[in-house]
Protein backbone atom coordinates (compact mmCIF):
# COMPACT_ATOMS: atom_id res chain seq x y z
CA UNK A 1 0.00 0.00 0.00
CA UNK A 2 2.89 2.57 0.81
CA UNK A 3 5.02 1.62 -2.07
CA UNK A 4 1.78 2.30 -3.97
CA UNK A 5 1.13 5.47 -2.44
CA UNK A 6 4.14 6.58 -3.27
CA UNK A 7 4.32 5.66 -7.05
CA UNK A 8 0.65 6.89 -7.05
CA UNK A 9 2.52 10.57 -5.47
CA UNK A 10 4.80 10.60 -8.38
CA UNK A 11 2.22 10.14 -11.23
CA UNK A 12 -0.03 12.91 -10.01
CA UNK A 13 3.03 15.33 -8.62
CA UNK A 14 0.78 18.69 -9.25
CA UNK A 15 -2.62 17.27 -8.19
CA UNK A 16 -3.94 18.77 -4.74
CA UNK A 17 -3.10 15.66 -2.26
CA UNK A 18 -4.25 16.84 1.30
CA UNK A 19 -6.57 20.16 1.62
CA UNK A 20 -7.44 22.11 4.67
CA UNK A 21 -9.95 25.16 4.90
CA UNK A 22 -10.34 28.70 5.94
CA UNK A 23 -12.76 29.63 8.96
CA UNK A 24 -15.00 30.41 5.92
CA UNK A 25 -14.99 26.92 4.95
CA UNK A 26 -13.25 27.65 1.06
CA UNK A 27 -10.86 24.72 0.09
CA UNK A 28 -7.04 25.56 0.43
CA UNK A 29 -4.67 23.43 -1.00
CA UNK A 30 -2.05 21.83 2.09
CA UNK A 31 0.38 20.05 -0.33
CA UNK A 32 0.37 18.85 -3.76
CA UNK A 33 1.06 15.05 -4.24
CA UNK A 34 4.75 15.98 -5.78
CA UNK A 35 5.45 18.22 -2.01
CA UNK A 36 4.50 15.72 0.00
CA UNK A 37 6.59 13.17 -1.82
CA UNK A 38 9.26 15.38 -1.54
CA UNK A 39 8.77 16.28 1.75
CA UNK A 40 9.17 12.34 2.66
CA UNK A 41 12.57 11.46 0.66
CA UNK A 42 14.11 14.71 2.20
CA UNK A 43 12.82 13.58 5.63
CA UNK A 44 14.08 10.10 4.99
CA UNK A 45 17.08 11.63 3.94
CA UNK A 46 17.97 13.56 6.99
CA UNK A 47 16.98 10.95 9.55
CA UNK A 48 19.05 9.06 7.70
CA UNK A 49 22.36 10.93 6.90
CA UNK A 50 22.49 13.39 9.65
CA UNK A 51 21.18 11.51 12.74
CA UNK A 52 22.52 8.23 12.06
CA UNK A 53 18.87 6.61 12.31
CA UNK A 54 18.34 2.70 10.98
CA UNK A 55 15.75 0.04 10.81
CA UNK A 56 14.34 -0.47 14.37
CA UNK A 57 15.22 2.64 15.47
CA UNK A 58 12.17 4.23 17.83
CA UNK A 59 11.57 8.30 16.29
CA UNK A 60 9.14 10.18 18.28
CA UNK A 61 6.78 12.32 16.66
CA UNK A 62 4.80 15.22 17.94
CA UNK A 63 3.53 16.99 15.17
CA UNK A 64 0.15 18.24 14.27
CA UNK A 65 -2.08 16.51 11.74
CA UNK A 66 -1.44 17.42 8.15
CA UNK A 67 1.08 17.00 5.39
CA UNK A 68 4.12 17.35 7.48
CA UNK A 69 2.89 14.71 9.92
CA UNK A 70 2.30 12.09 7.13
CA UNK A 71 5.57 12.62 5.48
CA UNK A 72 7.16 11.81 8.83
CA UNK A 73 5.27 8.46 8.78
CA UNK A 74 6.17 7.90 5.51
CA UNK A 75 9.92 9.17 5.60
CA UNK A 76 10.01 6.47 9.66
CA UNK A 77 8.61 3.61 7.17
CA UNK A 78 11.08 4.08 4.37
CA UNK A 79 13.49 3.73 6.91
CA UNK A 80 12.01 0.70 8.72
CA UNK A 81 11.87 2.85 11.91
CA UNK A 82 9.05 2.78 14.73
CA UNK A 83 7.18 6.10 14.96
CA UNK A 84 6.09 6.23 18.80
CA UNK A 85 2.97 8.69 18.91
CA UNK A 86 3.12 11.55 21.45
CA UNK A 87 -0.54 12.15 22.20
CA UNK A 88 -0.43 16.16 24.35
CA UNK A 89 -3.82 15.57 25.92
CA UNK A 90 -1.75 12.13 28.18
CA UNK A 91 0.01 14.70 30.64
CA UNK A 92 3.53 15.07 31.02
CA UNK A 93 3.88 12.48 34.00
CA UNK A 94 2.41 10.05 32.11
CA UNK A 95 4.29 10.42 28.72
CA UNK A 96 7.47 10.67 30.38
CA UNK A 97 6.65 7.11 31.43
CA UNK A 98 5.81 5.77 28.60
CA UNK A 99 8.65 7.12 26.59
CA UNK A 100 10.50 5.56 29.27
CA UNK A 101 9.61 2.33 27.60
CA UNK A 102 9.66 3.20 23.90
CA UNK A 103 13.42 5.18 24.22
CA UNK A 104 13.18 7.08 21.42
CA UNK A 105 16.69 7.98 19.56
CA UNK A 106 14.78 11.32 18.05
CA UNK A 107 12.05 12.90 18.63
CA UNK A 108 10.41 15.39 15.88
CA UNK A 109 8.22 18.19 16.80
CA UNK A 110 6.60 20.91 15.14
CA UNK A 111 6.32 24.54 16.89
CA UNK A 112 3.15 24.17 18.28
CA UNK A 113 4.07 21.19 20.35
CA UNK A 114 7.67 22.63 21.41
CA UNK A 115 5.58 26.04 22.92
CA UNK A 116 2.67 23.72 24.51
CA UNK A 117 5.81 22.18 26.31
CA UNK A 118 7.82 25.68 27.24
CA UNK A 119 6.13 29.05 26.83
CA UNK A 120 2.59 28.41 25.52
CA UNK A 121 1.67 25.79 28.63
CA UNK A 122 -0.24 27.53 30.95
CA UNK A 123 -2.67 28.10 27.76
CA UNK A 124 -2.32 24.57 26.56
CA UNK A 125 -3.82 23.55 30.12
CA UNK A 126 -7.18 25.18 29.94
CA UNK A 127 -7.18 23.35 25.94
CA UNK A 128 -6.35 20.25 28.61
CA UNK A 129 -2.61 19.36 26.43
CA UNK A 130 0.39 19.15 28.23
CA UNK A 131 3.65 17.72 26.93
CA UNK A 132 6.79 17.77 29.48
CA UNK A 133 10.07 19.71 27.91
CA UNK A 134 10.59 17.40 25.09
CA UNK A 135 14.13 17.51 25.58
CA UNK A 136 13.76 15.46 28.51
CA UNK A 137 12.42 12.43 25.76
CA UNK A 138 15.75 12.37 23.92
CA UNK A 139 17.00 14.59 21.15
CA UNK A 140 14.96 16.86 19.41
CA UNK A 141 14.61 18.24 16.24
CA UNK A 142 11.67 20.77 14.81
CA UNK A 143 9.75 19.70 11.83
CA UNK A 144 8.32 23.07 9.78
CA UNK A 145 8.98 26.49 11.00
CA UNK A 146 11.22 27.06 13.71
CA UNK A 147 9.91 29.78 16.03
CA UNK A 148 12.75 31.35 18.96
CA UNK A 149 12.94 28.93 21.85
CA UNK A 150 12.52 25.71 19.58
CA UNK A 151 15.04 22.82 19.26
CA UNK A 152 17.42 23.14 15.93
CA UNK A 153 15.64 22.56 12.31
CA UNK A 154 15.44 19.07 11.03
CA UNK A 155 18.63 19.20 8.60
CA UNK A 156 17.57 18.53 5.34
CA UNK A 157 19.55 17.28 2.32
CA UNK A 158 20.92 14.35 0.74
CA UNK A 159 19.69 11.39 -1.13
CA UNK A 160 17.04 9.28 0.88
CA UNK A 161 18.13 5.40 0.71
CA UNK A 162 16.42 2.97 -0.74
CA UNK A 163 13.54 1.79 1.10
CA UNK A 164 13.62 -1.02 3.65
CA UNK A 165 12.11 -4.47 2.86
CA UNK A 166 11.85 -6.09 5.64
CA UNK A 167 9.27 -6.43 8.52
CA UNK A 168 9.16 -5.19 12.12
CA UNK A 169 7.90 -2.73 14.03
CA UNK A 170 6.29 0.17 12.56
CA UNK A 171 4.14 2.19 15.06
CA UNK A 172 3.93 2.21 18.84
CA UNK A 173 0.45 3.75 20.18
CA UNK A 174 -0.10 4.28 24.04
CA UNK A 175 -3.33 3.48 25.21
CA UNK A 176 -4.05 2.92 28.89
CA UNK A 177 -2.23 2.49 32.09
CA UNK A 178 -0.65 4.24 34.52
CA UNK A 179 2.90 6.32 35.52
CA UNK A 180 4.26 3.11 37.13
CA UNK A 181 2.55 0.70 34.54
CA UNK A 182 2.31 2.64 30.83
CA UNK A 183 0.97 0.31 27.85
CA UNK A 184 1.57 0.70 24.54
CA UNK A 185 0.12 -1.23 21.22
CA UNK A 186 2.89 -1.78 18.88
CA UNK A 187 1.84 -2.71 15.31
CA UNK A 188 4.06 -4.26 13.05
CA UNK A 189 4.80 -3.13 9.16
CA UNK A 190 2.75 -6.11 8.15
CA UNK A 191 -0.13 -5.70 10.31
CA UNK A 192 -0.15 -1.67 9.37
CA UNK A 193 -0.60 -2.91 6.06
CA UNK A 194 -2.72 -5.56 6.24
CA UNK A 195 -4.99 -3.33 8.62
CA UNK A 196 -4.80 -0.29 5.33
CA UNK A 197 -5.81 -3.10 3.08
CA UNK A 198 -8.29 -3.82 4.97
CA UNK A 199 -9.85 -0.64 5.16
CA UNK A 200 -9.23 -0.11 1.06
CA UNK A 201 -11.29 -3.45 0.53
CA UNK A 202 -13.91 -1.93 2.32
CA UNK A 203 -14.75 1.60 1.23
CA UNK A 204 -12.65 1.13 -1.91
CA UNK A 205 -11.64 5.07 -2.69
CA UNK A 206 -11.84 6.02 -5.92
CA UNK A 207 -9.23 7.88 -7.85
CA UNK A 208 -10.49 11.66 -8.20
CA UNK A 209 -12.38 11.64 -5.00
CA UNK A 210 -12.94 13.85 -2.66
CA UNK A 211 -12.23 12.49 0.67
CA UNK A 212 -12.67 14.36 4.15
CA UNK A 213 -10.55 12.23 7.10
CA UNK A 214 -7.80 12.73 9.33
CA UNK A 215 -6.14 9.82 10.49
CA UNK A 216 -3.35 7.32 8.83
CA UNK A 217 -5.73 4.81 7.65
CA UNK A 218 -7.60 7.38 5.66
CA UNK A 219 -5.36 8.94 4.27
CA UNK A 220 -2.88 6.57 3.06
CA UNK A 221 -5.66 4.34 0.97
CA UNK A 222 -7.38 7.33 -0.32
CA UNK A 223 -3.99 8.73 -1.59
CA UNK A 224 -2.86 5.47 -3.11
CA UNK A 225 -6.12 5.28 -4.66
CA UNK A 226 -5.79 8.59 -6.15
CA UNK A 227 -7.76 10.08 -4.36
CA UNK A 228 -7.38 13.93 -2.80
CA UNK A 229 -8.04 13.96 1.23
CA UNK A 230 -9.64 17.01 3.18
CA UNK A 231 -8.48 17.40 7.09
CA UNK A 232 -11.61 18.13 9.37
CA UNK A 233 -11.62 21.28 10.53
CA UNK A 234 -11.76 21.53 14.35
CA UNK A 235 -14.81 23.71 14.82
CA UNK A 236 -18.31 22.13 14.43
CA UNK A 237 -19.42 25.04 12.67
CA UNK A 238 -16.54 25.69 9.77
CA UNK A 239 -16.65 21.43 9.59
CA UNK A 240 -20.78 22.25 8.26
CA UNK A 241 -19.17 24.51 6.11
CA UNK A 242 -16.31 22.70 4.42
CA UNK A 243 -18.74 19.85 3.73
CA UNK A 244 -21.17 22.26 2.13
CA UNK A 245 -18.18 24.00 -0.19
CA UNK A 246 -16.40 20.29 -0.54
CA UNK A 247 -19.49 17.83 -0.82
CA UNK A 248 -16.94 14.88 -0.46
CA UNK A 249 -17.64 11.42 -1.68
CA UNK A 250 -16.31 9.92 1.37
CA UNK A 251 -16.19 11.14 4.88
CA UNK A 252 -14.83 10.09 8.32
CA UNK A 253 -16.12 11.86 11.37
CA UNK A 254 -15.97 10.58 15.14
CA UNK A 255 -19.50 10.14 16.54
CA UNK A 256 -19.66 13.84 18.27
CA UNK A 257 -18.62 15.27 15.22
CA UNK A 258 -20.99 14.04 13.48
CA UNK A 259 -23.50 15.66 15.94
CA UNK A 260 -22.59 18.56 14.87
CA UNK A 261 -23.13 18.20 11.15
CA UNK A 262 -26.20 19.77 9.40
CA UNK A 263 -25.73 18.45 6.27
CA UNK A 264 -24.21 15.57 4.43
CA UNK A 265 -22.82 14.32 0.79
CA UNK A 266 -21.80 10.30 -0.66
CA UNK A 267 -20.95 7.80 1.97
CA UNK A 268 -20.34 8.22 5.42
CA UNK A 269 -18.29 6.12 7.61
CA UNK A 270 -18.34 6.52 11.59
CA UNK A 271 -16.52 4.66 14.41
CA UNK A 272 -13.95 5.68 17.48
CA UNK A 273 -17.13 5.27 19.81
CA UNK A 274 -20.73 4.00 19.60
CA UNK A 275 -22.84 4.86 16.88
CA UNK A 276 -26.28 4.32 17.45
CA UNK A 277 -28.80 3.39 14.35
CA UNK A 278 -30.67 6.29 15.12
CA UNK A 279 -27.66 8.60 14.23
CA UNK A 280 -26.21 6.48 11.03
CA UNK A 281 -30.37 7.32 10.30
CA UNK A 282 -29.96 10.74 10.63
CA UNK A 283 -27.25 11.74 8.55
CA UNK A 284 -28.93 9.80 6.02
CA UNK A 285 -31.79 12.34 6.31
CA UNK A 286 -29.52 14.83 5.66
CA UNK A 287 -28.08 13.70 2.65
CA UNK A 288 -25.47 10.81 2.71
CA UNK A 289 -25.87 8.09 0.56
CA UNK A 290 -24.67 5.29 3.12
CA UNK A 291 -24.18 5.49 6.75
CA UNK A 292 -21.83 3.26 8.09
CA UNK A 293 -20.79 2.29 11.86
CA UNK A 294 -17.07 0.95 11.91
CA UNK A 295 -15.85 -1.37 15.03
CA UNK A 296 -12.31 -0.65 15.86
CA UNK A 297 -9.92 -0.56 18.35
CA UNK A 298 -6.49 1.14 18.84
CA UNK A 299 -5.20 -3.08 18.52
CA UNK A 300 -6.87 -4.11 15.89
CA UNK A 301 -8.57 -1.33 13.14
CA UNK A 302 -10.76 -1.98 11.51
CA UNK A 303 -12.71 -5.28 13.09
CA UNK A 304 -16.55 -5.10 11.91
CA UNK A 305 -18.87 -2.67 9.78
CA UNK A 306 -22.66 -2.03 9.75
CA UNK A 307 -24.14 0.14 7.39
CA UNK A 308 -27.43 2.05 8.57
CA UNK A 309 -30.55 0.09 7.48
CA UNK A 310 -28.91 -3.39 8.76
CA UNK A 311 -28.99 -2.06 11.84
CA UNK A 312 -31.64 -0.18 11.94
CA UNK A 313 -33.80 -3.46 10.82
CA UNK A 314 -32.14 -5.56 13.67
CA UNK A 315 -34.14 -5.72 16.81
CA UNK A 316 -32.60 -8.01 19.36
CA UNK A 317 -30.71 -6.69 22.92
CA UNK A 318 -27.72 -5.18 22.39
CA UNK A 319 -25.42 -3.20 19.46
CA UNK A 320 -25.45 -4.55 16.35
CA UNK A 321 -21.91 -4.03 14.56
CA UNK A 322 -21.89 -6.45 11.91
CA UNK A 323 -19.70 -9.07 10.40
CA UNK A 324 -16.17 -9.68 11.08
CA UNK A 325 -14.20 -7.85 8.06
CA UNK A 326 -12.71 -10.28 5.86
CA UNK A 327 -9.37 -11.51 7.78
CA UNK A 328 -10.82 -10.79 11.53
CA UNK A 329 -11.22 -13.70 13.14
CA UNK A 330 -13.76 -14.04 16.38
CA UNK A 331 -13.93 -16.02 19.68
CA UNK A 332 -15.76 -15.63 22.66
CA UNK A 333 -14.57 -16.32 26.10
CA UNK A 334 -16.41 -18.16 29.58
CA UNK A 335 -17.55 -14.37 30.53
CA UNK A 336 -18.73 -13.28 27.10
CA UNK A 337 -15.85 -11.18 26.61
CA UNK A 338 -15.15 -10.68 22.43
CA UNK A 339 -11.83 -11.64 21.35
CA UNK A 340 -10.26 -10.92 17.90
CA UNK A 341 -7.41 -11.63 15.40
CA UNK A 342 -5.60 -11.83 12.30
CA UNK A 343 -3.18 -9.98 10.07
CA UNK A 344 -4.35 -6.57 11.04
CA UNK A 345 -4.39 -7.12 14.86
CA UNK A 346 -1.24 -5.67 17.10
CA UNK A 347 1.53 -7.73 17.02
CA UNK A 348 1.47 -7.26 21.12
CA UNK A 349 2.11 -4.62 23.46
CA UNK A 350 5.54 -3.31 24.57
CA UNK A 351 7.51 -4.90 26.54
CA UNK A 352 4.85 -8.09 26.54
CA UNK A 353 5.25 -11.16 24.35
CA UNK A 354 3.19 -11.16 21.09
CA UNK A 355 0.04 -12.51 21.74
CA UNK A 356 -2.62 -13.79 18.75
CA UNK A 357 -5.68 -12.47 20.27
CA UNK A 358 -6.76 -9.34 21.49
CA UNK A 359 -9.13 -9.06 24.35
CA UNK A 360 -11.59 -6.43 23.54
CA UNK A 361 -12.83 -5.31 27.23
CA UNK A 362 -16.52 -5.89 24.84
CA UNK A 363 -19.10 -8.71 26.09
CA UNK A 364 -20.67 -9.91 23.16
CA UNK A 365 -22.70 -12.39 21.56
CA UNK A 366 -22.08 -13.91 17.39
CA UNK A 367 -25.34 -14.63 15.88
CA UNK A 368 -25.94 -17.36 13.83
CA UNK A 369 -24.82 -15.75 10.45
CA UNK A 370 -21.53 -15.11 12.35
CA UNK A 371 -22.52 -10.65 12.87
CA UNK A 372 -21.30 -9.22 16.28
CA UNK A 373 -23.47 -8.17 18.36
CA UNK A 374 -22.38 -5.71 21.66
CA UNK A 375 -23.39 -5.84 25.12
CA UNK A 376 -21.35 -3.42 26.78
CA UNK A 377 -18.13 -2.96 28.36
CA UNK A 378 -17.04 -5.76 30.50
CA UNK A 379 -16.50 -3.10 33.31
CA UNK A 380 -19.65 -1.32 32.97
CA UNK A 381 -21.58 -3.87 34.53
CA UNK A 382 -23.64 -2.21 37.36
CA UNK A 383 -25.04 -4.61 40.37
CA UNK A 384 -28.17 -3.74 41.55
CA UNK A 385 -30.42 -6.14 43.88
CA UNK A 386 -27.68 -9.00 43.22
CA UNK A 387 -28.65 -8.81 39.85
CA UNK A 388 -25.88 -8.05 36.84
CA UNK A 389 -26.92 -5.21 34.28
CA UNK A 390 -25.03 -4.71 31.51
CA UNK A 391 -26.17 -1.40 29.98
CA UNK A 392 -24.88 -2.08 26.60
CA UNK A 393 -27.69 -4.26 26.16
CA UNK A 394 -30.20 -1.71 26.57
CA UNK A 395 -28.66 1.71 25.35
CA UNK A 396 -29.70 1.48 21.65
CA UNK A 397 -33.01 0.99 22.37
CA UNK A 398 -32.84 4.37 24.25
CA UNK A 399 -31.50 6.28 20.71
CA UNK A 400 -34.83 7.86 19.51
CA UNK A 401 -35.50 10.39 17.32
CA UNK A 402 -34.69 13.27 19.45
CA UNK A 403 -31.92 11.63 21.43
CA UNK A 404 -28.22 12.91 20.79
CA UNK A 405 -26.53 10.30 23.02
CA UNK A 406 -27.64 8.36 26.07
CA UNK A 407 -26.10 5.85 28.39
CA UNK A 408 -26.88 3.67 31.66
CA UNK A 409 -24.62 4.36 34.46
CA UNK A 410 -24.42 2.90 38.19
CA UNK A 411 -24.97 5.64 40.58
CA UNK A 412 -23.55 4.26 44.28
CA UNK A 413 -26.90 3.57 47.16
CA UNK A 414 -24.59 4.43 50.31
CA UNK A 415 -25.60 0.66 51.14
CA UNK A 416 -23.27 -1.21 48.74
CA UNK A 417 -25.86 -1.59 45.74
CA UNK A 418 -25.91 0.71 43.18
CA UNK A 419 -29.10 2.57 41.55
CA UNK A 420 -29.48 2.71 37.66
CA UNK A 421 -29.58 6.01 36.19
CA UNK A 422 -30.65 6.70 32.42
CA UNK A 423 -28.78 9.99 31.26
CA UNK A 424 -30.48 10.79 27.77
CA UNK A 425 -28.48 14.23 25.95
CA UNK A 426 -31.64 15.36 24.02
CA UNK A 427 -30.65 17.19 20.40
CA UNK A 428 -30.97 20.50 20.66
CA UNK A 429 -34.53 21.68 20.34
CA UNK A 430 -36.19 18.64 21.37
CA UNK A 431 -39.54 18.98 23.73
CA UNK A 432 -38.20 17.36 27.11
CA UNK A 433 -42.11 15.96 27.74
CA UNK A 434 -42.61 14.63 24.57
CA UNK A 435 -39.32 13.03 24.66
CA UNK A 436 -39.72 11.55 27.77
CA UNK A 437 -43.28 10.29 27.04
CA UNK A 438 -41.75 8.46 23.90
CA UNK A 439 -38.83 6.84 25.89
CA UNK A 440 -41.62 5.16 28.18
CA UNK A 441 -41.87 2.44 25.73
CA UNK A 442 -38.65 1.34 25.34
CA UNK A 443 -38.25 1.52 29.53
CA UNK A 444 -40.78 -0.55 30.00
CA UNK A 445 -39.33 -3.67 27.62
CA UNK A 446 -36.22 -3.28 29.50
CA UNK A 447 -38.11 -5.24 32.29
CA UNK A 448 -35.92 -5.92 35.48
CA UNK A 449 -33.33 -3.77 33.90
CA UNK A 450 -35.60 -0.75 33.94
CA UNK A 451 -33.39 2.32 35.44
CA UNK A 452 -34.43 3.84 38.90
CA UNK A 453 -34.44 7.28 36.94
CA UNK A 454 -34.23 9.45 33.64
CA UNK A 455 -32.12 12.38 33.54
CA UNK A 456 -32.12 14.96 30.96
CA UNK A 457 -28.52 16.20 30.39
CA UNK A 458 -25.19 16.40 28.32
CA UNK A 459 -23.13 13.17 28.60
CA UNK A 460 -20.05 14.02 29.36
CA UNK A 461 -17.38 12.74 26.67
CA UNK A 462 -13.65 12.20 27.39
CA UNK A 463 -10.55 10.91 25.02
CA UNK A 464 -9.37 12.34 21.51
CA UNK A 465 -12.35 10.03 20.08
CA UNK A 466 -15.02 12.05 22.59
CA UNK A 467 -16.64 8.53 23.71
CA UNK A 468 -18.81 8.71 26.62
CA UNK A 469 -17.24 9.50 29.98
CA UNK A 470 -19.21 6.70 32.51
CA UNK A 471 -17.60 7.47 35.74
CA UNK A 472 -18.21 11.61 34.88
CA UNK A 473 -21.89 10.51 33.86
CA UNK A 474 -22.41 8.32 37.30
CA UNK A 475 -21.14 11.63 38.81
CA UNK A 476 -22.98 14.09 37.12
CA UNK A 477 -26.30 12.07 37.80
CA UNK A 478 -25.44 11.21 41.89
CA UNK A 479 -25.35 15.35 41.97
CA UNK A 480 -28.47 15.60 40.32
CA UNK A 481 -30.34 12.99 42.34
CA UNK A 482 -29.05 13.60 45.36
CA UNK A 483 -28.96 11.14 48.35
CA UNK A 484 -31.15 7.92 48.04
Not at 95 to 104: I, N, Q, S
Not at 170 to 175: G, H, K
Not at 330 to 354: C, K, V
Amino acid sequence: MLDRLERTLRRGADRPAVLGCTRGGAVAVGARCGELADLADGYAAALHHRYGLRPGDTLGVAVRPGPRALAVMLAAHRLGLRAAVLDPQAGPEVLLARLALARPALVLADAAAQAVASWARPLARRAHLALPPLAELGPVATVGPRRPGCAPALAMGGTPPPGYDGDGDAVIVFTSGTTSAPRAVVHTRAGLAAGMRTVDGLVRPRPGAAVLGGTFFVLVPALAAGATVALPARSPKVLGRQLARLRPDETYLTPPQLRGVGAFTGRVWTGSAPASAELLARVKRLGASEAWGVYALTELFPAAAVEESEKSAFTGDGDLLGHPLPGVATRLTAAGELLLGGPGARDRYLGEQPDPWVRTGDRARLTADGRIVLAGRCKDMVLRRAENVYPGLYEPSLHLPGVDLAVLVGVPAGDGDERLVALVQPQPGTDHRRLRAALQAPLERMGSARPDALLFADVPLAGRSRKPDRAAAARLCAGKLGPR
